[in-house]
């Protein structure tokens, strides 16, 4: 039976412009599903996003769930789309207030927008309720960006006894350093979900930022990728003082076999 793998990327190219993330958000999927794995791709829907040239679509059977942060009410909706050529299908998780008609970490005169803690924590949440009502089981969770740091935490504490992601292993890929501001000091309140207590996070510091972040995700994960030339190594020193497997940068080529690999031995094959 082919392993099923879950990528929860911050950027996909063609839908916002091309970097190494939004490349390798593009392409890995599309590489791992040609050695046979099956996969599911997820991706915020920044309001950068034309919605008729990408051809999205709302999946009214997904969306339509209220997603509660710091006592607020959030509606979710699920959009789709194919990646031209490739036919890789997209699920882009969207919102009015955090979301639509916003760009990505930061305005048009290049302020980073103050709720971007909120908006990462409304995206991780997002995924893994829609990935639920897929009943989708994915043996491997991928996670691209600041935007998806959350996912680990919430996949070993919240989501731990549910079914799709019980036995899920957790890969964070690191990137170098995208945020310059801190997500303010109510993060911490607002992460609070479940078993999730602002206690829980009391190792970190209260104003959380992008290495916080960073070191939240890797706490929590069972493997880490230096994904990128030119990786945060205040990151990549913390993976590896916690002795976490650890895939070094494989280059920006023919990565398919060093992915295969990677992912293999922490399934234990």
């Not at 959009?79 to 639509?100: E, G, H, L, M, T």
């Not at 501001?181 to 109510?186: C, E, I, P, Y």
Request: aromatic share 12%.
């Amino acid at each position: 039976m082919s392993k099923k793998v879950l990528f929860i990327n911050q950027e996909i190219s063609p839908y916002v412009p091309e970097s190494e993330m939004s490349m390798l958000g593009k392409m890995l999927p599309q590489i791992m599903q040609e050695q046979g794995f099956e996969i599911r791709t997820f991706m915020p829907k920044w309001g950068t996003i034309n919605e008729r040239r990408g051809q999205l679509h709302e999946v009214i059977r997904l969306s339509g769930m209220n997603l509660i942060i710091d006592d607020t009410d959030h509606p979710l909706i699920i959009k789709v789309a194919s990646i031209p050529v490739s036919r890789i299908q997209v699920y882009f998780i969207d919102n009015d207030d955090y979301f639509q008609k916003r760009k990505m970490e930061e305005n048009e005169e290049g302020v980073e927008y103050a709720d971007n803690g909120e908006r990462a924590i409304f995206f991780a949440r997002g995924v893994l309720e829609t990935v639920k009502k897929l009943r989708w089981t994915p043996d491997i969770i991928v996670c691209q960006g600041w935007m998806s740091a959350v996912v680990p935490l919430y996949v070993k504490t919240a989501y731990k006894e549910e079914p799709s992601f019980a036995n899920s292993k957790v890969v964070t890929s690191l990137f170098t350093k995208q945020l310059k501001n801190d997500l303010g000091s109510n993060f911490k309140q607002c992460v609070a979900f479940r078993e999730v207590k602002p206690e829980l996070l009391s190792p970190y510091n209260d104003n959380f930022n992008f290495i916080e972040l960073g070191k939240l995700a890797i706490d929590y994960s069972d493997g880490i990728v230096e994904a990128g030339a030119e990786v945060n190594q205040t990151l990549m020193d913390y993976a590896k003082a916690k002795g976490l497997p650890i895939m070094g940068y494989p280059g920006a080529e023919d990565y398919a076999d060093a992915y295969k690999e990677f992912y293999a031995n922490l399934l234990g094959e």
